[in-house]
């Protein structure tokens, strides 16, 4: 699967869940019941599916939520398996630790397909060090802050009082006046969205 540019509000209609993919959770409630189609389809994917079917759209809802490709989704699949513990966990603790989501997570971003091309364009520092991967993985006492120069690009020009306002996982800190964030610790499965199930995607990739 490429990387999803069509209208957005569709994939969160089709699974019926916000999937955080618009900036505006409201204006994508409204129409959550209401599933894509001209008339929309009388089934979601999920219903009514065989065991594969399930686990293949609970990987599509990972995808799209953290907006990755297949190659690379299979890669943290295949990472998470290796690593000692439960598998389920690792993936997602993976996907948490990405830059771009750690700089949604932090409130720099209103969606993480925003906090990619943040990060993408050099907006961003880890450690003095300027950073453009996305996928780069934060690491515990990590500091994440947007770069001097870039503050005063209009769009981050009320970025001080827009932080000062995000309430941040229990695994990051923020300082609002100073623009960046630490990693305190991994984060836990509290600190886990749970718009998948992740045990149904390890099982999709563990039978092939």
Request: charged residues 30%.
């Amino acid at each position: 699967m490429g990387r999803f540019i069509g209208p957005k509000n569709k994939i969160a209609r089709r699974f019926g869940i916000n999937l955080g993919l618009k900036s505006n959770p409201v204006k994508v409630a409204r129409r959550l019941a209401q599933p894509p189609g001209v008339h929309g389809p009388k089934k979601r994917p999920g219903m009514g599916l065989s065991g594969y079917g399930k686990q293949l759209v609970e990987k599509q809802k990972a995808k799209y939520t953290y907006g990755l490709r297949e190659k690379q989704f299979r890669r943290y699949v295949t990472e998470a398996t290796r690593i000692t513990g439960d598998s389920g966990v690792n993936l997602q603790r993976i996907l948490e630790t990405r830059l771009d989501n750690v700089v949604y997570r932090l409130g720099f971003a209103d969606t993480r397909a925003q906090a990619r091309q943040f990060v993408t364009h050099g907006m961003f520092q880890v450690n003095d060090h300027k950073l453009d991967i996305p996928s780069y993985l934060v690491k515990v006492n990590d500091v994440i802050a947007l770069r001097e120069s870039k503050a005063k690009k209009k769009i981050f020009e009320t970025i001080a009082d827009k932080l000062s306002k995000v309430q941040t996982a229990g695994w990051l800190s923020l300082d609002a006046q100073k623009k960046c964030g630490k990693v305190l610790n991994q984060p836990g499965e509290k600190d886990f969205d749970r718009n998948f199930d992740v045990k149904l995607i390890i099982e999709y990739y563990s039978s092939r």
